[in-house]
């Protein structure tokens, strides 16, 4: 079977006037993971929001290609439709849309070839929430509506599951989670990069890379990628901090 790939080429972004990224490349198959490090204010965020398609982020150069399909063609709910999932560090909440309903209609718009058995759909949403051990009436509130912020983590990875986009981009999952929460979530990443989906993790830190070895690492500095590597990269990362790349860049660009 011929993979999916997420191809993000040369780009450069930048907000106002600011350039925030700079030529920034990276490619992702199915099945992968990368993890995207850096400290904060490197445009780690940035690159989530410019995937997805956020109106503030202005693409400069480059390209965003999920297999031969254009990202920058397409607007926020058709990159979605063509298979992009991200899930941002504040997730939205929105009061009155039921978690259920609005799960069902995405996965219709995800997959309008399948015929969605309701009961069985409703089944599997309940299963996975108390996978995520979370209560069975969170299918039934608005959606993120008085949950905390590990909660709201937690439900962003049930829709990851229940969705099975082609591509997930996850910015700072691990940021709110405590250590059984950050297990659970970190099953379940392991479970879509089994169902097939390519996978970017957006973190700081090696803590959830504890649970989860990526394929890839990138380092990502003032807007550049200035070290790329295998899962052991990150390793030496929380060992020599981000200092160790102030002075100069390492260019070392993998696919």
């Not at 309940?126 to 209560?135: P, T, V």
Request: glycine letters at 10%; zero cysteines; charged letters at 25%.
């Amino acid at each position: 079977m011929i993979p999916n790939v997420l191809s993000i080429k040369d780009l450069s972004v930048s907000v106002g006037e600011k350039e925030i990224l700079k030529s920034v490349t990276i490619t992702v198959k199915s099945g992968e993971i990368h993890a995207l490090m850096g400290p904060n204010g490197t445009g780690k965020s940035t690159l989530a929001h410019t995937v997805v398609g956020s109106i503030r982020y202005k693409v400069n150069s480059g390209d965003l290609f999920l297999n031969d399909v254009n990202l920058r063609d397409l607007q926020v709910y058709e990159r979605a439709r063509a298979g992009l999932f991200v899930a941002f560090q504040e997730p939205v909440t929105v009061q009155g849309l039921r978690f259920l309903n609005y799960l069902r209609t995405a996965y219709s718009s995800l997959h309008p070839d399948e015929k969605l058995e309701y009961k069985k759909f409703v089944e599997e949403v309940k299963e996975l929430l108390a996978f995520f051990g979370l209560d069975s009436s969170f299918a039934d509130r608005g959606l993120n509506e008085g949950l905390s912020g590990g909660e709201k983590k937690r439900m962003e990875a049930l829709q990851m599951l229940i969705l099975r986009p082609k591509f997930i981009i996850l910015d700072e999952i691990d940021s709110g989670l405590d250590v059984d929460a950050l297990r659970v979530v970190s099953k379940a990443i392991a479970r879509a990069k089994e169902n097939g989906a390519g996978i970017i993790i957006i973190t700081h830190y090696q803590r959830i890379l504890d649970y989860i070895k990526p394929d890839f690492v990138h380092v990502l500095i003032n807007g550049r990628i200035a070290e790329s590597g295998n899962g052991d990269l990150a390793k030496l990362i929380e060992e020599r901090g981000y200092e160790y790349y102030k002075g100069g860049e390492i260019d070392a660009k993998i696919g």
